[in-house]
């Protein structure tokens, strides 16, 4: 059964950093490609980076310069740094397959994650 599991969101005033962790299991997170998404009450999920098996990172033009995903293989863990961050990053973040997400299942909890002004 696979089960990623979203940690490390928290409250930080803008200007700050957080550490959000992926952990996996049931899956080899090194093979596929994984995203971190995030969601406000009433807004669409967006994506805001991803992480290809090759270890290609692509990110939104809203977080980019700012956020950083990587990816340990040995701990079977993808994360995102989150750092500059702003009171509109304010959401709850997920990580999910980029697959699975595009077929809308595989979403666990997620992360809050909020920044005061």
């Known amino acids: 059964q696979v089960q990623l599991v979203e940690t490390g969101g928290g409250l930080v005033q803008a200007g700050g950093s957080l550490r959000l962790s992926c952990a996996a299991s049931g899956v080899t997170l090194r093979i596929n490609v994984v995203g971190w998404y995030r969601q406000a009450p009433g807004k669409q999920r967006e994506l805001v980076a991803h992480i290809t098996s090759s270890g290609s990172t692509n990110y939104a033009d809203s977080v980019k310069g700012r956020f950083t995903i990587s990816r340990d293989n040995a701990k079977n863990t993808v994360y995102l740094q989150m750092d500059s961050l702003k009171p509109e990053d304010t959401d709850v973040y997920y990580c999910?397959?980029?697959?699975?997400?595009?077929?809308?299942?595989?979403w666990g909890q997620g992360t809050q994650v909020t920044v005061s002004s």
């Open positions: 999910n397959l980029v697959g699975r997400a595009s077929r809308g299942d595989g």
